[in-house]
């Protein structure tokens, strides 16, 4: 039997880079089972009351979410928040503030795939942009796709879009003090996302965690669309270990993306404390 809580803490709509609209995004969720829902757009929050009415309307506990892009000691590494206030001023102009330089680096992005021979990838990108402010590395791989140079998006990451890679431009991120300020300011929990994806020594791991600790976040996201069951696992261990609070989510962007499983997810360890229990549902 399936618990009665069936939580998805981690999705994405057209705001951000998800393809779909936030309602369309609920009725998704709703065909998995799920009973109580964030919607965590990267860096902007204008899709949640329309994902709060569709939830109510098919009976969906909705809980506001927000995905923050960080970096910590160079590292990118992205902080869900869940639970604030959405008129928050000081969570408001954090995230404007995040989303002013995305234009910037998407053209500085087009003139490196205009150097490597690859011209127009700029405007390309941004037509897959629906909200242009939050025009991400996601949006110019689904081009690269179209145009053929290969046919998943995660090969376009590997070869083209990761540090290191010929469309790679470095970007200034939040803070993790920043992030954290913001959403505790607006009285929400902080969550570690999808921690098995960052490029990190478990030393490293466990000095992040920590100071992501000290700062006032409360949560890891064990069980996770990007996650394998073995990271799952080992989060499970380090949320024990830090004395964490456990959250679960999809990271669902697209119906038909590879990248990560947007099937029904595994259920959380049952002695981890699920971080629902944290927000006034
Ligand atoms: P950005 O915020 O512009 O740096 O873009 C990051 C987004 O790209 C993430 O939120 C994911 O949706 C997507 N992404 C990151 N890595 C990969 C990958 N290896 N394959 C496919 N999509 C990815
Ligand atoms: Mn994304
Ligand atoms: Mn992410
Ligand atoms: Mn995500």
Sequence with gaps: MSSPVNFDFHCHSAISDGILSPSQVVAWAAGLGVSHLALTDHDDISGLAEAR???????IVFVNGVEISIEWREIPIHVVGLGFDVEHPGLLAGLESLRGGRVERARRMGEAFAAIGIPGVFEGAMRYAANPQLISRAHFARYLVEIGLFKETSRVFDHYLKPGKPGY??????????????????????VVAHPGRYKMSSGEMRRFLEDFKDKGGRALEVVCGSH???????????ARQFDFYASRGSDFHDPDERYVNSGPLAPLPEDLKPVWRLLSL
């Design 53 to 59: 009415q569709a939830a109510e309307d098919a009976g």
């Design 169 to 190: 431009v470095e970007h200034r991120w939040a803070s993790l003090a920043d992030a954290l300020g913001w959403i505790q300011a607006a009285g929400g929990v902080a």
């Design 228 to 238: 394998t069951p073995e990271h799952a696992r080992h989060f499970a261990r380090l």
